[in-house]
């Protein structure tokens, strides 16, 4: 880790200093997307597979689309939906996206990537007071904000079919960054086929698991749990309880992942997950998977992967979206040790 260049109060640390490693390029060598502009539907169709991952944000109604294509070159998009200042960051190398509010302590910041890792996760900087953020635990870690926190929001990823069919009127990332990049393939081929240890991890990873599974991390209160996609292949739904939460995490195939073939819309799939409070109207539901289906047992009503209830006696209802990270289990083992592992 180099300092040089820097305005960052180094004094200031909440982890050893020696635990960040150089990612290769300098600092906004990933470059962030700091003018994002739309498009509609129908034009992103153009350029978006099927099956390829977006990662979706809802605001005040507002529906915003970020294709994973596009994220794995750039990292970080700091944006504004329904008047909300938020950045929407991914790091390839965990699998791990969060969005967050942009704003601390009624400061709005902006986000770029500081070209350093700390176990393998995206180390993130403000260019307000060049304080470095940890991406998987939303909170600064070295400068002048050290132990302060940023706002998580909702996310989810879906395939580009869902949300193109969920929200028609939605608008999605475009391609035109400001940047000339190979958008559609995929800079990080083999990563998560290859066998072994992560890459630029310090130390061994949590062997309960194997260290690129893919899992659905579940928060609720102080508590974190983790259902492996292992499970939820065989068992697309899983009622738990996460921190006194009644949950139901509900997973559906037909998503491809961004780090395997060289082209992402080639690459091998892997499904994606959701995270719901399952009460409504004072009552708890219960949830199976039927011949491809989510149904409630209590009623009997149908529901999609975003929530959304699409048929039955609760058409037009939604759950409470809970936060959840889908990302590789060594990241999440790093920084959440104590997590339970729903097998």
Aim: proline share 7%; net charge neutral.
């Amino acid at each position: 880790m180099s300092t040089a260049g820097w305005q960052t109060d180094f004094s200031r640390h909440s982890v050893p200093l020696s635990e960040f490693a150089s990612g290769g390029p300098p600092r906004d060598g990933i470059p962030p997307v700091d003018r994002p502009k739309t498009v509609p539907v129908t034009e992103a169709d153009r350029f978006l597979d099927e099956r390829e991952p977006v990662l979706v944000v809802e605001q005040g109604g507002a529906a915003r689309a970020y294709p994973v294509q596009i994220l794995v070159w750039h990292e970080i998009v700091n944006d504004r939906l329904a008047g909300r200042p938020i950045a929407v960051t991914y790091c390839p190398l965990c699998n791990s996206s969060v969005v967050f509010d942009r704003r601390v302590g009624g400061r709005e910041l902006t986000f770029g990537t500081t070209g350093n890792l700390r176990k393998s996760d995206l180390v993130m900087w403000d260019r307000q007071t060049e304080s470095w953020w940890q991406q998987l635990t939303a909170e600064a870690v070295v400068g002048k904000l050290t132990g302060r926190g940023l706002t998580v929001l909702p996310s989810q990823t879906l395939s580009w079919a869902d949300y193109r069919e969920r929200f028609p009127r939605g608008d999605v990332l475009s391609r035109d960054t400001g940047f000339s990049r190979d958008y559609g393939s995929n800079p990080y081929q083999g990563y998560e086929t290859a066998g072994g240890d992560p890459m630029l991890f310090e130390g061994a990873p949590d062997r309960r698991l194997p260290a690129k599974e893919r899992v659905a991390a579940v928060n609720a209160g102080e508590a974190t749990v983790v259902v492996p996609f292992s499970r939820l292949e065989r068992e697309p739904v899983v009622n738990e309880e996460v921190g006194g939460v009644p949950t139901a995490v509900l997973f559906k195939p037909g998503v491809v992942s961004a780090l395997d073939a060289g082209a992402i819309a080639d690459s091998a799939e892997v499904g994606t997950a959701a995270a719901f409070d399952r009460r409504l109207d004072g009552r708890t539901l219960s949830f199976e998977a039927r011949r491809g289906r989510f149904l409630d047992r209590q009623t009997g009503s149908e529901w999609d992967i975003t929530g959304l209830a699409v048929s039955g006696p609760l058409r037009g209802r939604r759950l409470r979206a809970l936060r959840h990270d889908e990302q590789f289990w060594f990241a999440l083992a790093a920084f959440v040790p104590g997590a339970r592992i729903a097998r």
